[in-house]
């Protein structure tokens, strides 16, 4: 078993002082499918992160080598890439991005003793039934238990005399986060008019706008991913709807926009607060944007994760599982999103969610007119 290897090797590096050559680590998402902008921001913090700790003097004073998987959103070759990084060497994986990946793939990750922080993962599941019970498995975003409660509530407060759909694409996230965004709404006193589910990847959403149009309803509530959300919004558009279009963090995309031109203005999301907003983030957004790469959603998460990672392998002394994993569960660690550490559960202390809204071919928080919503984050 690896784990029992890197133990070894990590022994032997403690008793002789022997370099490695390379620390390999990995970033793996959905780099090709529909899903790829995301793995594109993956992509872009983690290879920005590993430059940046190299030019410091690596880890360790070793260098840090980067691979790169893709997942396609897909379970099956989740798995499949979970187990290629554990042939790779790889002792760290930042990802992967869909919960339905990254729940099976860390089953592999604690098997062959390789830590994983995923930069994106919200589905509790990931945390709450993490293989290993003493580490393994962790998260720098936040859950879609939080994400839900703050959604719900916002809908029952904002909405109460609107008919309000909540759907769902049948994956983990998209399920889990519809699920607890409707027991969230009906906890606070607004019940749900309609509530099914859409099958992801179609291009066709005319049938259920149509029956959206028909049942009145005057909020929707998706829960899945931009390249869905987008197609419905721009299609409520063309059969003249005015429906206020509400969602989660897969919405935090630039491709959003391109897909709804107009029709996305002033659809709202839940997203962790925009750590593109700090001054401590500022100078890695200002290299990525002379690079001409991707600053938005999931980018600085991932960097983070590779931050944390490195640091906890710092005060470990060697890239060991068992060693890392308890400065992780122990450590308090500085990295792009602010200072974080991990509850037992392998979940993150960071802010939890906030709303956002689309404007103008961005988004931004919330309009300062609604002050509660921007306030959600410590709930």
């Not at 599941?125 to 290993?132: A, I, L, Q, V, W």
């Not at 994956?171 to 986060?177: E, N, S, V």
């Not at 589910?197 to 706008?209: N, P, S």
């Not at 197609?231 to 897969?250: E, F, P, T, W, Y």
């Amino acid at each position: 078993m690896k784990k029992a290897l890197l133990a070894g090797v990590a022994l032997s590096f403690a008793m002789t002082g022997a370099a490695w050559a390379d620390i390999t680590i990995a970033t793996v998402g959905p780099m090709t499918g529909q899903y790829a902008s995301f793995g594109e921001q993956m992509k872009a913090g983690a290879q920005q992160a590993v430059e940046d700790i190299n030019e410091k003097g690596g880890v360790l004073g070793e260098k840090l080598v980067l691979e790169i998987g893709d997942d396609a959103c897909d379970p099956k070759q989740a798995v499949a890439v979970a187990n290629q990084m554990a042939g790779k060497g790889v002792v760290f994986v930042a990802g992967h991005f869909c919960s339905g990946s990254s729940i099976p793939a860390s089953a592999v990750y604690a098997e062959e003793g390789i830590v994983q922080i995923s930069p994106a993962s919200t589905n509790p599941t990931f945390t709450d039934e993490r293989p290993n019970p003493d580490g393994g498995t962790y998260r720098v975003c936040g859950r879609d238990d939080q994400q839900g409660k703050v959604a719900g509530e916002f809908i029952a407060e904002h909405y109460p005399d609107k008919k309000v759909a909540v759907i769902h694409d049948k994956t983990a996230y998209g399920k889990g986060l519809a699920d607890e965004t409707k027991a969230a709404m009906e906890a606070a006193g607004k019940k749900a008019d309609m509530y099914e589910a859409y099958t992801a990847g179609e291009k066709d959403y005319t049938a259920l706008v149509s029956k959206l149009k028909q049942e009145g309803i005057g909020v929707l509530y998706v829960g899945g991913y931009h390249t869905e959300a987008g197609l419905m919004a721009r299609q409520m558009k063309d059969q003249g709807m005015d429906v206020q279009l509400i969602s989660g963090d897969a919405l935090v995309t630039d491709e959003y926009w391109a897909i709804t031109g107009d029709a996305g203005e002033g659809t709202m999301m839940t997203f962790s607060p925009d750590p593109r907003k700090s001054e401590t983030a500022a100078p890695i957004v200002k290299k990525l944007e002379d690079a001409g790469k991707p600053t938005e959603g999931y980018v600085l998460y991932t960097y983070a994760a590779i931050q944390a990672w490195a640091q906890a392998t710092e005060t470990a002394g060697a890239p060991d599982y068992d060693e890392v994993n308890e400065a992780l569960n122990n450590g308090t660690f500085d990295t792009v999103l602010g200072e974080l550490s991990f509850d037992d559960k392998g979940d993150v202390s960071l802010p939890g969610y906030v709303f956002y809204e689309w404007h103008d071919g961005s988004y931004d928080y919330l309009n300062a007119g609604d002050e509660k919503a921007t306030e959600e984050k410590k709930s």
